[in-house]
């Protein structure tokens, strides 16, 4: 397929954006369980793979199994934890074995969509980075997979003194790839799955790595192996069913920890202590591993074979918890008084985020505020026609919901075919008007940092089980699937029929 020129307008039956971990596994369904969709995959990096691309910093690694975090369609062969270029290899193949890439256009960096009920078309414009060409494309159907948060800069809070330091201040997100750090003094300000994951890569070559956190995180540790799945290859079990079973086994026992945590919140945090504390040196002060909130309040993460304590063991890296007073020349001066010498500041302080990859939308020419609309599953949007957005699991693998949507978006559009609808909606009729809206999700369930200083941004929830994002795996792989899409909260338009459901019909 040629590229588009100028003053041209391709049509698709499906645009998907963003060519990550969501846009690849969106193009695999459609080719496999939408055979004859014409769909085109815009992305704005160079090359697929989204965060996978972005993070370049030392050790970057998943913080899920591959087993879950890997597709269901493809099973996963290696450590359960995964080193960056071993994921991009993994989606590479997915890309290849299915002949993908052809349906996917790089370095397109979408400007705007608007939606028009008149022709019940999008019509998305952007801007092709290596000539500078507008092009346009129309299609009936967006699937936004572009993630949730800005690639171009990460979040680094202010503080006084920044530009008092000597040296460089890194973010995580933005790697300089001449950064040398052999024989430095490091602090890494942050304590979630980045710093877990630089900390032990850093300390290898450098002098000290220090990692300075306000609050702490829960850290689980364990063998970056699967036994059953070792078990089960020793067998000569196929590949197909090992990933399965592995797979089924992994989220059977994160569900039960899960639920654990909720109703047995202490039980759950003196287990996850009582581990951290079994492969650090005796009597170490645990305070810096015990956090103010419940296990799960916030993402959990895991260190795969104790890496990150095998450092501080072994006096290459250390931690401390307090907060910052103001950067000097030579380094950080804590609240405490005390002051933590650097020749490298990394700020591992979290993502900025992004709604609907900050695109400017339109409907029949009125501008969409997302904070002004109320989530369908955290999925579907009022006011907004012909819109999925794949927003992934927290306490579960991000790629479990692409699979579980993709299944939805396939059964949607054939819903729509069969009953001549070109276009469909989320409604919650009347009892919308006066249903309590909430923020996007519960703090008190889950209230990462990044989250919480833009929830305004977001869709808002109601208070029924349609209109919630819940962010769980374990009721949406059963409810999702079987959701009626002829009940009250679709409706449907086709050209020159009524196709509209219950719902949208006035009561006599």
Not at 28 to 53: A, I, N
Not at 210 to 234: C, H, I, K, V
Not at 268 to 296: C, Q, T
Not at 340 to 345: F, M, R, T, Y
Request: aromatic share 10%; net charge negative; glycine share 8%.
């Amino acid at each position: 397929m040629t590229q588009a020129q100028s003053g041209k307008t391709e049509h698709f039956d499906v645009l998907v954006v963003g060519a990550g971990i969501s846009g690849v596994g969106a193009a695999w369904h459609l080719t496999h369980q939408r055979p004859g969709t014409s769909f085109v995959v815009l992305e704005t990096k160079d090359t697929f793979g989204g965060t996978w691309v972005t993070h370049r910093y030392p050790g970057v690694r998943s913080d899920s199994d591959l087993y879950t975090f890997g597709y269901r369609f493809k099973p996963w062969r290696g450590a359960p934890i995964a080193t960056a270029e071993e994921i991009l290899k993994y989606m590479e193949e997915v890309i290849e074995e299915n002949d993908l890439d052809r349906h996917i256009r790089y370095g397109h960096t979408i400007t705007k969509a608007v939606w028009s009920s008149e022709k019940n078309l999008w019509t998305v414009t952007a801007t092709k980075k290596a000539t500078g060409e507008t092009l346009t494309f129309t299609c009936g159907f967006l699937w936004m997979c572009q993630g949730y948060y800005h690639h171009d800069e990460g979040y680094t809070p202010h503080w006084e003194g920044m530009a008092d330091f000597k040296g460089p201040i890194v973010h995580p997100q933005t790697w300089p790839d001449d950064l040398d750090y052999a024989g430095k003094k490091v602090v890494v300000i942050g304590s979630g799955a980045t710093a877990a994951t630089l900390v032990p890569a850093l300390a290898e070559k450098a002098a000290h790595v220090t990692m300075l956190q306000r609050s702490p995180t829960y850290f689980a540790t364990g063998r970056n192996a699967n036994e059953l799945a070792d078990t089960l290859r020793d067998r000569e079990v196929p590949e197909e069913w090992t990933h399965e079973i592995v797979r089924r086994k992994i989220l059977k026992d994160q569900g039960m920890f899960a639920q654990m945590a909720k109703s047995h919140p202490e039980a759950v945090r003196d287990e996850i202590l009582k581990n951290v504390a079994a492969v650090l040196p005796e009597g170490y002060d645990m305070s810096h591993f015990s956090p103010r909130y419940r296990p799960w309040q916030q993402r959990l993460a895991f260190v795969p074979d104790a890496d990150l304590f095998k450092g501080i063991c072994a006096g290459k890296a250390s931690v401390v918890t307090d907060q910052i007073e103001r950067f000097t020349d030579k380094g950080i001066l804590l609240k405490s008084g005390d002051l933590l010498e650097a020749d490298i500041i990394i700020t591992a302080t979290g993502f900025r985020l992004s709604v609907m990859g900050d695109i400017p939308f339109e409907v029949d020419g009125k501008a969409v505020d997302w904070g002004q609309t109320l989530t369908y599953r955290g999925m579907m949007f009022t006011g907004v026609p012909n819109l999925v957005w794949v927003f992934g699991y927290f306490r579960a693998s991000w790629t479990l919901r692409v699979d579980i949507l993709a299944d939805f978006v396939v059964r949607l559009l054939d819903h729509m075919k069969a009953k001549g609808a070109t276009k469909v909606m989320v409604d919650p009729g009347p009892a919308g008007a006066t249903m309590p809206r909430g923020p996007w999700i519960d703090p008190d369930d889950f209230n990462p940092g990044y989250l919480m200083r833009d929830m305004d941004k977001m869709p808002k929830c109601g208070d029924t089980p349609e209109w919630r994002h819940t962010q769980d795996y374990w009721r949406e792989r059963t409810e999702i699937p079987t959701i009626d899409l002829d009940g009250p909260e679709f409706r449907y338009e086709g050209a020159g029929a009524a196709v509209k459901s219950a719902q949208a019909v006035p009561a006599e």
